[in-house]
Nanobody, 124 residues
């Protein structure tokens, strides 16, 4: 079983950048597609980005395209989310997720395991 742990969240001003990391234990990390979701207070969990096992396929929600970049380093069992040009509406708890399949990545039901989340707050 892969257990992901997120880090890198914090408080940043609008227009700033943060890089989230998700370190996952287990020797089979490279066998899993990985994704990022976020959940703002009072809102449903929202898909942000996903990346295939090898990293050659990525998928983003429209609102973050051109600002966020998902990547992975299988040698380090880590997936990253580089977030640039942050906006107050990006404020949320960000969750890392993993799945053995890469179908319908925008649906939270497609993901098998989740991290505990890291808070990102963007001030205006």
């Amino acid at each position: 079983q892969v257990q992901p742990v997120e880090s890198g969240g914090g408080l940043v001003q609008a227009g700033g950048s943060l890089r989230l990391s998700c370190a996952a234990s287990g020797r089979t990390f490279s066998s899993y597609a990985m994704g990022w979701f976020r959940q703002a207070p009072g809102a449903e969990r929202e898909f942000v980005a996903a990346i295939s096992w090898s990293g050659d396929s990525t998928y983003y929600v429209t609102s973050v395209k051109g600002r966020f970049t998902i990547s992975r380093d299988n040698a380090k069992n880590t997936v990253y989310l580089q977030m640039n040009s942050l906006k107050p509406e990006d404020t949320a708890v960000y969750y890392c997720a993993g799945s053995a399949t890469f179908r319908r990545p925008s649906s939270s039901n497609s993901w098998s395991f989740w991290g505990q989340g890291t808070q990102v707050t963007v001030s205006s």
